[in-house]
């Protein structure tokens, strides 16, 4: 038995030598600013995608007959998924030895998978109808599509594992690079969120603009009216741009690999034992990294929806006329995910010198308070938009104020500063855990995205219960999101490493008080 566990022991610490030193080589010769910028583009692509999905697929999902309670259970995969798939992959990057490289191959494959899934989703009207869903036109039947939903959650499901499948090289394959040049892992995490504000300002655009149907009027027809033809054009769109993101990706992050001296047979008992060698800090920034996205998943699942009923006073099984306001505040709400997008660029540019002057440590707790703030706004904002209605807030039809509104859309702007760093410290934190005390950036970055996936199946369960249990709509989650924000607040003031402020200078080297 202790033989055995000497041989394991050795084999991991070969493995991690192995790995080290292929970082080394991943890119041969010194990475210049701009390649790093345009090697991360992918996250760009990917985010695209995720933009349109938060914005618009809850709505949309509801529309096809499934309840408000039910379309939050549909979350459910991609935390399933990615509690299992991005440490496996995670790890089979850092151990691959393809002549492709290491991380490229599965964000290649990743990428094929979610525009196949994107389709899916595009399409399922189209799909239900001729699986016999209905003969009716679109304008006339208003009742549950359920081949159409099955079509949409096949889909969804895959878009969800692919996701995770790319995420984790992408963060590793930027982790490599800025490791082999003078920039260091928070000037490269800066750049990832830089895109991801680009994804979601191009993907939120298109969500809030409303005229794909005019644009591309042959996306329409029986079975596809106006807001599923605008759903459908600005995921075709997707498409084209994730292409084209991925393809500046494996053009630009070239790796060059060394060869692998030892024969790597990854099964999913090595991962776990792999686990235990992540950094001694690590568990630490995982409980932070939980209780952080327990108080933004609520918003995340429910932000638009949020906007049509408590805002715009719609129902999307109500009324022509309650219908249409919902509408309208979907739309309104991927506005203001475009405003907060903006700011969320505007913010990563700012994260490496504020993480210099504060610490990481701080710059994210700071994070965690603004978030509730937030949160505690967004219940005063729903009741001062119902203030003179006395009945369900699902009856109130009413236009909404001019006031209301324009505080909610500050609401959104000003969650883009805390957003911008959930996006980059955690996983800059991460990554320099792991290049001072090992580990493998795949397996680390995979893991850390566990304790994401973790909340997000909490909320996808819990989220659409508590609110029917109050019947108040969204605030029920959003009171709860307010609450976890300020624990998490406190925790992290407490727990956090303390990353020295030198591990965010130009030389990507840190050390550790």
């Not at 807030?393 to 959930?422: E, M, Q, R, T, Y």
């Amino acid at each position: 038995m202790m033989e055995r566990e000497v041989v394991a022991g050795g084999r991991e610490v070969l493995a991690t030598l192995e790995y080290k030193a292929a970082a080394a080589t991943a890119v041969g010769k010194e990475m210049s600013l701009l390649r790093l910028f345009f090697s991360c583009m992918v996250a760009g692509g990917v985010q695209y995608g995720w933009a349109l999905q938060l914005s618009l697929l809850t709505p949309y999902v509801q529309t096809l007959g499934l309840s408000h309670t039910l379309s939050s259970l549909i979350w459910l995969c991609g935390p399933v998924a990615g509690f299992v798939v991005q440490p496996c992959v995670g790890l089979w990057s850092d151990r691959c030895r393809s002549r492709f490289g290491r991380r490229r191959p599965f964000i290649l494959v990743g990428c094929f998978f979610i525009c196949l899934a994107v389709i899916l989703i595009a399409f399922s009207s189209d799909i239900g109808y001729k699986l016999g869903d209905t003969k009716e036109d679109c304008n006339i039947y208003h009742g549950p599509r359920w081949r159409a939903a099955i079509v949409y959650v096949a889909g969804f499901w895959i878009l969800d594992l692919s996701n995770n499948t790319v995420q984790g090289p992408t963060r590793a394959l930027m982790a490599d690079l800025s490791l082999s040049g003078a920039h260091g892992c928070n000037k490269a995490n800066a750049i990832f969120a830089s895109w991801m504000a680009i994804g979601n300002i191009v993907g939120y655009s298109a969500g809030a603009s409303g005229k794909w149907h005019e644009w591309f009027p042959f996306l329409t027809n029986r079975a596809c009216c106006e807001a599923c033809a605008n759903l459908k054009g600005a995921f075709l769109v997707a498409v084209i741009f994730l292409l084209l993101s991925v393809l500046v990706t494996s053009i630009v992050g070239r790796e060059e690999l060394a060869p692998s001296t030892v024969e790597e047979r990854v099964g999913i008992m090595e991962i776990f034992r792999t686990i235990k060698n992540l950094p001694p800090k690590m568990p630490y920034v995982l409980l932070v990294t939980s209780l952080t996205w327990l108080s933004w998943f609520p918003f995340n699942l429910y932000d638009t929806d949020w906007m049509g009923r408590e805002i715009f006073h719609g129902d999307p099984k109500g009324t022509p006329a309650q219908m249409k306001a919902y509408d309208n505040g979907v739309r309104a709400g991927a506005l203001g995910l475009l405003i907060n997008s903006v700011v969320l660029g505007v913010t990563s540019l700012l994260i490496e010198p504020m993480c210099r002057k504060f610490t990481t440590r701080i710059v994210w707790v700071m994070c965690n308070f603004c978030m509730f703030i937030c949160m505690v706004a967004t219940a005063i904002i729903s009741s001062w938009s119902l203030h003179s209605y006395h009945g369900s807030i699902h009856d109130a039809i009413v236009s909404p104020d001019g006031s209301v509104k324009a505080v909610a859309l500050v609401v959104f702007a000003v969650l883009g500063a805390p957003l911008a760093v959930l996006y980059s410290v955690p996983f800059a934190v991460t990554a320099q855990l792991a290049a001072n005390e090992g580990g493998g950036q795949g397996l680390c970055t995979g893991v850390l995205n566990i304790s994401i996936v973790i909340p997000q199946v909490v909320i996808a369960l819990g989220a659409g219960p508590w609110d029917g249990i109050f019947k108040k709509g969204n605030m029920p989650a959003f009171a709860i999101a307010s609450v976890f924000a300020f624990v998490c607040g406190i925790v992290g003031l407490f727990v956090l490493p303390r990353l020295s402020r030198k591990s965010f200078k130009a030389s990507g080297m840190s050390s550790l008080h």
